[in-house]
């Protein structure tokens, strides 16, 4: 995962810092950007980085997609990236090709079910989607009768689609499919289900809060460098000094985590306990690490930050947002005290240790 | 990007599960043999002198030291998991823990041969236990305020002063301190302090034990009188301890220790709660055991950041701060939940007995071996705000 070495994480970051300048969107009412980054985005094979050639992606590893995934938080980008590589990830599971332009993933939500119906179509609803009302086709991850999972491509056309924002005020969608007839369906591979598809959406999201992160680390450490107080630069006062030293240890904390389960994700040759731990453990500590680091980014920031002018918000509002997708700390943190409990206290230890 | 942090997920390869399979087995042995009792960390007897041989003639202690002086030239890796095991199972490492850890990788830097063949070899069997010398009556976290002299004499130096806090003096058969040689130079404040190897239980060096609020006496006034320390005892450059102090910061300052302290209590309340726990405990379970989970990644990685010969003091300020800030709130946490553990769990009383001792010991967590707020000037420097 080191980002040097690694190519595509080189690109996306050139991709970005050309037209994902933090400043330029701020200023753009209009989204004016969206379409040219989109554009780059796809022509270097990004939006399907873990879709291999013969499906029509461009087959990168997970390794490579995830270090993307942390350029991506870096820059905040609020264009449905993971998503479509979420999507072209789950597709690619059952062997579905995917098309071209922005998808998106449901359900989003460990809450929420879409059936397979008798005949073949889909029904049900998914709440907080991310991007739907901007996705072509949605990847959907569905159950029949008999509990059997199918994974299926949905143009979006077919879902009715009520339009949400998130904090960030990005779309956060609700999906209704209504015996929606599916593009392409086919059954998953056996033992994928939907705690894989959460799992994966959480390390994805913990890898982009991580990299938010990073930026409100750098952005608040730069801001306490140049303003003035008490006739001195606010960086020299230990009071500040000690808050961005936490900030540090939550930025570096939430990149620990989030890395340790790409990691583990990429290297998995089985869906166990261990892959379990890792997944739930960073959605669960990079959610924590949003609430305590984007506070203290703010208050280093002072009445500025809280502009809408200022570009602070970009980063510490969709942290706190990435929180909520694919199963919040809270239903994580149950689930994995669920499965601690299970294997009894003398199993707690060689599960931490486990690598 | 801010360069500094960076905590690759480092994997520890195949020939550390061989080893962690043999530390816990030895370690099985040795609570069945009744050696210790792993659901005791407040054991009245802390030196286990039988237990620091045994596990010397194991070969993990010096794991990382030369062949010839009797280390064993493994890794950091290999030497980090027979740490976690022996922490996580409550051992009695007392007598040997400081010893292996810091004080050896002193002596391999900077004390003259005779004395590494003679001392290295005997820390890798167990032998000897060593204590650290830093903090005065009045200099504590300002180490470079420190004031016991070392008054130059023919063939060496004569010592006189006093070190406080300095645990398992009371035992030790040595102390790595500094001592001041010069008085500071206007220039630099932390010139002048000289690092010393010190032979204990010699004339001139009275131990006088200082009971602590667990009821422990672990740490120990040292007052030195005139105490004479040969010239070949100076470790390192005269006046220059301050150049010397900061790769012994990273060792000090990342291992599993700076975590794991209390953890005993979150494996107790995960036995009382049983198979089954209501949303309330599950959750409460959860969230601390990804927090420990997290603490764990991110000090293996400083562990594969020493063994690439990196000196990574940042991150290990890191490490420290929000290991030792956690594992000071995990008994607290642990009690909240267990408010409401049935009455019927078979080990409340043990649970119990646990969460007292380890509520009484979380305060010192975030003071020994470097304050919070001496870590996180270190942080700030690192991010360049001073």
Known sequence: MAESDNIVAETAEKIFADLADAQTINRDGKGAWKAPLWQALTEAGLPLSWVGEECGGSGASLAEGFSVLSVAGRFAVAVPLAETMLAGWLLAQAKISSPDGEMTVA????????????????????????????????????????????????????????????????????????????????????????????????????????????????????????????????????????????????????????????????????????????????????????????????????????????????????????????????????????????????????????? | MTAALRFDPIRLPAECEQLRKEVRAFLAEEIAAGTFDPHQPNREDTDAPEFSRKVGARGWLGMTWPKKYGGHERSFLERYVVTEEMRVANAPTRRFFVADRQSGPVLLKYAPENIKMDILPRICRGEVCFAIGMSEPNSGSDLFAAKTRATKTDGGYLINGTKIWTSSAHIADYMIAIFRTSPPTKENRRHGLTQFLVKMKQPGIQVNPIGQITGQFEFNEVVFTDHFLPDDHVLGEVDGAWKQATSELAYERSGPERFLETYYVLTELVRAVGKNPDTRSAEGIGRLVAQVHTMRRMSVSVAGMLQAGKEPVVEASIVKDIGTVWEQQLPHRVRDLAAFVEETATNRETLEHQLSFAIKTAPKLTIQGGTTEVLRGIIARGLGLR
């Open chain 1, 107 to 355: 359900p989003a939500s460990p809450r929420d079910r879409i059936s397979v119906n008798a005949d073949g179509t889909l029904s049900g609803k998914a709440r907080g989607v991310p991007f739907a009302k901007s996705a072509r086709h949605i990847a959907v991850l569905a159950s029949d009768a008999k509990g059997s999972q199918h994974i299926a491509l949905v143009e979006a056309g077919k879902c009715r689609i009520e339009t949400g924002l998130n904090l960030g005020g990005d779309q956060s969608d609700t999906v209704t499919l209504d015996k929606a007839q599916p593009a392409t369906i086919k059954p998953a591979p056996f033992g994928f289900g939907q705690t894989q598809l959460m799992l994966m959406g959480g390390v994805a999201r913990s890898l982009q809060i991580a990299g938010a992160l990073e930026s409100m680390l750098e952005i608040s450490v730069r801001y306490s460098n140049e303003r003035v107080a008490f006739e001195k630069k606010i960086s020299k006062f230990q009071a500040v000094q000690h808050n961005l030293a936490r900030l540090a240890g939550e930025s570096a904390a939430a990149l620990a985590a989030a890395t340790s389960a790409a990691d583990a994700f990429a290297n998995a040759t089985a869906f166990n306990d261990e892959l379990f731990l890792e997944a739930a453990a960073a959605k669960i500590r990079c959610a924590e690490a949003a609430e305590k680091g984007s506070g203290i980014a703010h208050q280093v920031h002072g009445a500025i930050g809280f502009t809408i002018e200022h570009i602070l918000h970009r980063y510490s509002l969709r942290a706190l947002a990435w929180r909520d997708d694919f199963g919040s700390e809270s239903h994580w943190a149950v689930e994995l005290g669920r499965l601690v409990a299970a294997r009894g206290a003398d199993e707690l230890w060689p599960l931490v240790a486990s690598r």
